[in-house]
């Protein structure tokens, strides 16, 4: 009983393609988050949507857009991918105020 | 600007040791700290967050303010405890902001037999 979903966990492209990673969450939460974490193995947070609207957008180049077509999904779209958008991206949600849940993360490798 | 560093990227101890992992942060206002784990092959989760005060697993971690620190620790390392722990803060308790954590870099734990 998955709560917290990635799709794909793995994904190889080469530069200069527009890729998509969606998450879905199951467990009735009203927040949903895009993290990246990168080689060094940072986490950084990229988006927050609470109930569909965004409210956490940090300083992410605008080729990344998030997309929540409603409070179990948020996806994210990335345009003209660059060698530097390698990374691990977790979702995650909670309810407002509270815990995060993190999905397994997709690796995302660009050539 | 809000910052944490965990100054070990790597940590090893032999089961039945004592483990600290150290944590610090850099935040002008109220923080609100946490520690996450990630077992191998698992999802980040969760450990403990200061404001509960609670035990898990046998870790604890208390927030020293004038330190700025929220070391993590335990008495009696087990072969289990091996993973990669985050530490994590917030800087409101509660409100939109409250996921936007900010991670440390993270430190790896090996507890050998």
């Known amino acids: 009983d998955t709560a917290v979903s990635q799709t794909p966990k793995y994904l190889v492209t080469q530069m200069g393609n527009d890729k998509s990673i969606k998450c879905e969450q199951n467990l009735g939460h009203d927040t949903m988050y895009w993290y990246k974490q990168d080689s060094k193995k940072f986490l950084k947070i990229m988006f927050s949507?609470?109930?569909?609207?965004?409210?956490i957008n940090e300083t992410v180049p605008n080729r990344f857009s998030p997309k929540s077509p409603d409070k179990a999904h948020l996806n994210l779209h990335i345009n003209s991918l660059e060698l530097g958008d390698s990374a691990v991206y977790f979702c995650?949600?909670?309810?407002?105020?509270?815990?995060?849940?993190f999905g397994e993360g997709s690796r995302l490798t660009v050539l | 600007a809000q910052r944490v560093t965990q100054p070990e990227k790597l940590l090893s101890v032999f089961k039945g040791a004592p483990v600290e992992l150290k944590c610090n942060y850099s935040?002008?206002?109220?923080?609100?700290l946490f520690w996450y784990v990630q077992y191998s092959r698992q999802r980040l989760q969760l450990l403990l967050r200061?404001?509960s005060r609670e035990s898990i697993k046998g870790f604890t971690a208390d927030l020293n303010k004038g330190e700025t620190s929220f070391h993590l620790k335990k008495p009696f390392a087990q072969e289990e405890d091996s993973a990669m722990y985050y530490c994590a803060l917030t800087g409101n308790a509660g409100g939109t902001s409250y996921g936007k954590l900010t991670f440390g870099q993270g430190t790896i734990l090996t507890v050998h037999p």
């Open positions: 995650a949600s909670s309810q407002l105020g509270g815990e995060l849940f």
């Open positions: 200061h404001i």
């Open positions: 935040y002008s206002g109220s923080p609100e």
């Open positions: 949507y609470n109930n569909k609207e965004l409210i």
